[in-house]
């Protein structure tokens, strides 16, 4: 298991924290099976925010649009346009929810520039 430090922007960070929003899609996952996610918010807070626990899904996108639409917090559209070239969809189902009370800068985890898609962290 690993953990990654995964860019969000903040409405969908929000949504996270508030737990209206259970699933974190993705087009791919890293080589590495990921169990801890530590919570990137882009600009313009552009710190670490919360740590999630987190089990990875794969399914076809028609029956993973079925089955979670409610909690994925994003439109029918949007989902499906971001998947449109995929047959299959991926996800992070939060299983935990931990907002850090202090927001922490990535030169923390030894990073000056935030990830495009993901870095790993070492624990």
């Known amino acids: ?9 903040p409405k969908h960070v929000k949504n ?4 209206t929003k259970l ?3 993705r087009k791919s996952f890293p080589k590495q099976t990921i169990d801890t996610i530590l919570v990137y918010e882009t600009s313009p807070t552009s710190k670490v925010v919360a740590v999630l626990s987190v089990e990875q899904l794969i399914m076809e996108k028609e029956e993973f649009y079925k ?6 917090g994003v439109t029918k559209e ?3 346009y971001y998947y449109k070239k995929q047959d299959s ?3 992070y ?3 935990d929810v931990s907002p850090l009370s202090v927001h922490l800068p990535l030169s923390n985890y030894g990073f000056t520039a935030a990830p495009q898609n993901f ?5």
């Open 93 to 95: 189902n939060i299983l």
């Open 119 to 123: 870095f790993y962290i070492k624990t």
């Open 67 to 72: 089955k979670y639409k409610n909690v994925i």
């Open 16 to 19: 996270i924290i508030n737990k």
């Open 23 to 25: 699933l974190e899609l």
């Open 1 to 9: 298991m690993a953990t990654i430090i995964l860019p969000i922007h």
């Open 78 to 80: 949007d989902f499906f």
């Open 89 to 91: 969809c991926y996800a």
